[in-house]
């Protein structure tokens, strides 16, 4: 197909980094044995969609699809990350052709030979709820203890902030952590969100190439600074990284931003087929060829 604008290019673009339907189901084939497994060990409350897949944020063939489960707090003892491989084991025995691993704040399952896309348990304790009703979890952070969580609060504040922008914020994320997928920058998905949101949050209106570019100046400049969860409920949230995770981090930053900057400028003069390449080289050679039918398989950060 022939791309006449560089609008064009990123709808297209953004129609194959979004997940199928199909993809959210192959993964609930697992649901059901996962609950079974959970209960028996555990306790079970509820078992309910989280994440990318809740706010409809994630990325085709990179995003792990998530489930949030509220277990019996009688039975989530120990220390958070001791706990969560704990989980870990059980669902190894469970799942013995797959590849599971702990990935805080949950523990991923991959590769069962079934094709399906990745899929994350992320073990809860409920705590509360919001003055709007919405259920407030503790999960595992990254740094060994328990942090607050609330998948409805978060969509929600998605939903709504995304609706104020006619839709693209969800498409501006999506576009944020396809650069980090594609590159594989070391950076948590949940920050990015979170920046991402913050920033679209002031704006007007959104324009891809744009504030794209903006965005990722941000996090230059403020060398990723920790952002407040919006809705106040996860506290501070870092952009916590092991030394060299960070400079692989910032040199990915300022290479994006170098290729950004030189596809503006040829844009600018009128030359759309280099304007093109420069951000097929931001985005790894995924941004415009039309043969590629979606991302190539990597896993849920």
């Not at 704040?105 to 094709?115: A, N, Q, R, T």
């Not at 896309?117 to 740094?143: C, N, S, W």
């Amino acid at each position: 197909m022939v791309v006449r604008s560089l609008d064009e290019g990123f709808e297209q673009f953004l129609d194959r980094l979004t997940p199928r339907d199909e993809d959210v189901t192959a993964a609930e084939g697992l649901r059901e044995e996962i609950k079974e497994c959970l209960e028996a060990r555990f306790g079970l409350y509820a078992f309910f969609r989280g994440g990318s897949s809740l706010s409809d944020t994630g990325v085709r063939g990179y995003s792990s699809v998530d489930y949030f489960a509220s277990m019996d707090e009688h039975r989530m003892t120990g220390e958070a990350l001791s706990f969560l491989d704990r989980v870990r084991e059980v669902l190894v025995e469970r799942f013995p052709r797959a590849k599971v691993v702990a990935r805080p704040p949950g523990v991923l399952i991959s590769g069962d030979g079934e094709g399906r896309p990745p899929l994350k348990v992320i073990p809860a304790r409920l705590v509360g709820q919001t003055e709007a009703g919405h259920h407030i979890y503790e999960i595992v952070d990254g740094a060994g203890g328990w942090m607050y969580s609330s998948p409805d609060a978060h969509s929600d504040y998605i939903a709504s902030t995304d609706y104020m922008l006619e839709g693209k914020l969800k498409s501006l994320i999506r576009l944020l952590k396809a650069w980090k997928y594609v590159r594989d920058v070391p950076i948590s998905s949940f920050y990015l969100e979170l920046r991402c949101a913050a920033y679209a949050s002031a704006e007007k209106m959104i324009v891809y190439s744009v504030d794209l570019q903006h965005l990722l100046e941000q996090l230059w400049e403020d060398q990723l600074a920790d952002i407040q969860d919006p809705r106040e409920i996860s506290g501070s949230i870092p952009g916590r990284m092991a030394r060299t995770d960070r400079r692989k981090v910032i040199s990915s930053l300022r290479t994006a931003l170098y290729h950004i900057s030189r596809a503006q400028e040829t844009a600018a003069q009128g030359d759309l087929e280099e304007a093109f390449r420069y951000w097929n080289r931001v985005f790894n050679g995924h941004f415009s060829p039309a043969e590629h039918e979606a991302l190539l398989p990597g896993g849920g950060r």
